[in-house]
């Protein structure tokens, strides 16, 4: 199994959208929240998603394809 350490950002259109939810049924990967903050007028999310590479590069697309901006991340997120 994969993992990919993920640092997603969305604009307030998407704020109220379950977008995690989406991810799990239709990829079929498991999402770990690590950190985030959700406000009116945006939002982050800082997320380890696990599971076939494939389907990693499809649910990061996705996202995307929405209006997010994900940019991956290197190391533990809980550190320092």
């Not at 939810?21 to 239709?26: C, M, N």
């Not at 499809?58 to 940019?71: E, I, Q, S």
Request: net charge negative.
């Amino acid at each position: 199994m994969d993992r990919a350490r993920l640092f997603v950002s969305f604009p307030e259109a998407l704020v109220d959208r379950p977008m995690l939810y989406e991810i799990v049924r239709r990829y079929d990967v498991i999402p770990n929240i690590r950190r985030a903050n959700v406000e009116a007028h945006a939002g982050w999310v800082i997320l380890e998603l696990s599971g076939p590479q494939e389907r990693i590069d499809a649910a990061v697309a996705y996202l995307t394809g929405l209006g997010c901006a994900v940019n991956r991340m290197e190391g533990d997120v809980l550190e320092g």
